[in-house]
Every structure is written in structure tokens, then in C-alpha cells.
């Protein structure tokens, strides 16, 4: 479950898929212990941003829906058993994009709509956020497995606006995003922060030996999924 706009209707998945699991396997992992490594993903969206990028030592805001709160609750989890000897990571993720990603979700949605020359209807289309490119992603990933236990940001480190993406994806196609965008305040989240972007600075020196670090983000980003859907 990583919507947050799901997560108000289905707040028991939300908990089971993003807390409850995260636990029952590290109770079973610590009972026998076995000698594994327990990867959890995270969200940046448990922090205060303060309108600057979020790095490890900013602040837990307060959990205003289901999949914040279950999420601080895994984060806080992540770091007891750590404290108990076990090799368990806490992933913290932003945005990340993939050509296999539901439909309703804003990049994907935006590129369908030029595709298909409709007119869509959007909420705040002024909030920064952190978009990030799946496969490269999961790459860092794979590499964290190399390094200690701890937990670590991965996400591209860059901002985009919703107006940035909205207007670059029209312009692919050479259309007036004016004629197809309706902003409605009805769809604005309650609560909503305006900036939510990763401080990459401390993860690129824990991988820094592995030279590798997010090349596609922004408009590359943003032409490879038009182009790949």
C-alpha cells in the first residue's frame, strides 16, 4: 500500500502491509536467529522538510493519515531490532517511476492524457517532489546489501513541480496544457507539504565506492516514461 490517498479508506491494509509484516518477520527472524540481512522500504514522507531536502537527521513529522503513521511506526521498529544486533536497513524512498506503475498516479497519468489529447482534472500542481527512475534505483538497492545496517535515503536528490512535469509532457506533443489541465481545490490534500525532496549527500558517500549515484531524473525522467508507455 503507497497511496496515501488509499491509505484514509484502507487503513488496516495500510497498517498490515507497511508495519505488521515489517514485525512479524522480524520476530521470527530474531527468535531463530538466523543470520540474514531485512530490508525495509520507507517513505521520505515521514519527515519534516521545512522546505529544505530531507536528510536522516530531519525531524518525524506528525503521522495526519494511515500510511505516515503506520510508516514511522516500521522506521521506529527498523531501528530497535538494529539496536538488538540484527542486520535490518530502513530504505527511506521518495518518488519513484516505473512504466509498470498504476495509472492514477500523477506522472503516469499526465503522460496518458497528452497521449490521448484529454482533458484530465489535477490538485495542487505547485508542490515540489522527488521523482526517481525504478530500475536505477533498484540498483542502489542491490548494493546496500555491501554496506552495514543502517538507514539510508535513495532517491534522486532533485525537485520537479507538478506545473514543470505537466507543461514539459504537453509540450512533447506540442499542445497548450491550458486547454487540458482543469486545477480543482477539491482534489488538494489536507495537510499537504509543498517540498518534498532528498538530501543525497550522505547516501553517495556510504556508496561512493561503487560509483554509483541517480543519472535520471527531471525531463529524462519524464521523456522515458512518455515514450515508454
Known sequence: MSSIA??????????ISNYLGAKKFLEVIYKHKFNIKFFKSNSGYIFQNNNNKINLNSKLTKPFNPYIFAQIKAYKLIK???KLGMNCYSIIFFNIESLLKPKEFFIKKICNAVKQEKNINVG???????FSWAPEIMEGVYLLHKIKPCDIILGSGKGMSGKQIIKYLFTLK???YKKYINVKKSLFKKNEKKIIVSSMKET??????????PKIFGEK???K???GL
Open 124 to 130: 495542487n500542481i505547485n508542490n515540489i517532489r522527488d
Open 174 to 176: 506540442k499542445l497548450n
Open 80 to 82: 530497535h531490532h538494529r
Open 204 to 213: 553517495l558517500r556510504k556508496l561512493k565506492k561503487f560509483k554509483w549515484k
Open 221 to 223: 525522467l519524464l521523456y
Open 6 to 15: 488509499k491509505s484514509f479508506k484502507l487503513s488496516k491494509e495500510t497498517q
Open 225 to 227: 516514461m512518455y515514450n
